[in-house]
């Protein structure tokens, strides 16, 4: 579709959500083989098509320039043969993982000789909007797909070449294996006013997934008529408490900053407890400006490492996914999980330390996702936690938080057996 009217959208958006409600319903009886078919085949055709995912891609790559993508966004945007690569070991993980659809989560058998159970089951159908990582795509069908879901694919504009040419490697992976070809649709429009029309289609969809910048998060929250998983910001913060290890201080922060900038579960605030701010934080502050990140300090932390930008309270609360970092030193660990409830998004938090009675109590006490003992931020992740992938990090406390595996696309329902009881 490259041209529509509002009457086109909203027959074409209402055409593709009845497909999927069809295709769910199909789908939860799918068995856990033939789901492990259809990520093994699709294994087998990205290999097999490696030249044309490449091809397609160099496509999108060459007219990034026109939607001014960053470098950044460019790199999230580039298909590799060893991402591709990447993309086959996350189908291979996510198939060596149990079915979840039928686990039986608990049982009890009630005085009145009823058993009752309660049972991992499908959400349905899932609405899936991303930007720029055209592997999402394979990643979401592969996750949804195994955990009974169907779902519509809504990716940027700047990877539609790419997008397409995986989804026509996902509809031949199903029709090969018998499965509902419609249990995974591709929005093969570009036109942006689409996912308003989807997101009134709360009959057929069962929940909404934006995986992107702030804005489109936004705008999925306030406009949807149906639940939304979703996290708003990445600001996530490193610790390094009063017995911090020197050499890992240096190692974990550099890495949850470094390793990829640009990415939710990268660090974005250096906390540093003032009993070892003297002669900690020159060295890690060292290690970061050599890795070329740009420091913004409070006032002592500035005074400490003797160079970088004054921050400003703005800062503290800035997702940057770029190389800036800002730094405070801070009294003790109640003021740093002070400083993290006040600034944080509820992301992913570390904290070095060496202490088993700090950690617990950072632990206990710091409420995110993700809070991590003595490694980086990056590891919140759902490769990384043994998800195989993840099609989002959720902030939210209902109905997913952290990395959102299949579990985490399932709901459940109560299944009773009885021999004619009766209510009393």
Request: charge should be negative; include cysteine; charged fraction near 25%.
């Amino acid at each position: 579709m490259s041209s529509t009217t509002e009457l086109d959208l909203a027959q074409y958006t209402e055409q593709l959500a009845q497909q999927a409600r069809a295709a769910s319903r199909k789908l939860v009886s799918a068995n856990g083989n033939q789901k492990n078919a259809w990520l093994r085949r699709m294994t087998e055709l990205i290999r097999e098509r490696t030249p044309d995912l490449l091809a397609a891609n160099e496509r999108d790559i060459e007219q990034a320039p026109e939607y001014g993508l960053s470098e950044a966004s460019i790199d999230r945007l580039r298909l590799t043969a060893a991402r591709l690569e990447g993309i086959i070991t996350a189908l291979e993980e996510i198939m060596a993982l149990p079915n979840p659809v039928g686990e039986v989560i608990d049982s009890n058998m009630r005085p009145n000789g009823l058993l009752v159970t309660r049972v991992r089951v499908p959400l349905g159908v899932v609405f899936f909007i991303y930007e720029s990582r055209p592997n999402v795509t394979i990643d979401a069908a592969a996750l949804c797909v195994k955990s009974g879901n169907a779902v519509i694919l809504r990716g940027g504009k700047e990877a539609f070449h790419s997008n397409m040419a995986f989804y026509q490697l996902l509809q031949e992976g199903l029709r090969d294996v018998g499965l509902p070809e419609q249990a995974v649709q591709l929005v093969e429009t570009t036109d942006r006013e689409a996912v308003g029309h989807f997101l009134k289609l709360n009959k057929y969809i069962d929940v909404t997934i934006p995986r992107g910048g702030k804005g489109l998060i936004e705008r999925v929250a306030r406009d949807a008529t149906m639940p939304v998983i979703k996290h708003f910001d990445g600001i996530c913060h490193v610790y390094l408490d009063k017995t911090a290890d020197p050499e890992l201080s240096k190692r974990i922060t550099v890495n949850s900053k470094c390793q990829r900038p640009g990415v939710c579960n990268a660090a974005e605030c250096l906390l540093v407890h003032a009993d070892v701010a003297e002669t900690l934080l020159p060295e890690v502050a060292k290690a970061l400006l050599d890795a070329g990140v740009e420091l913004r300090c409070c006032p002592r932390s500035l005074e400490l490492v003797g160079t970088g930008v004054p921050a400003t309270e703005e800062d503290y609360g800035t997702e940057y996914g770029a190389k800036i970092l800002s730094v405070k030193v801070v009294e003790d660990m109640d003021a740093a999980i002070e400083h993290i409830h006040q600034y944080g998004s509820g992301h992913t938090e570390s904290i070095i330390t060496t202490e088993l009675a700090a950690a617990e109590k950072f632990t206990t006490e710091v409420d995110s996702a993700a809070v991590i003992v003595n490694a980086s931020t990056r590891f919140n992740d759902g490769g990384e936690f043994g998800l195989g992938a993840e099609i989002g990090i959720s902030t939210d406390k209902f109905h997913a938080r952290g990395p959102c595996g299949l579990n985490e696309l399932t709901s459940y329902k109560y299944v009773a057996h009885g021999a004619g009881q009766i209510r009393e």
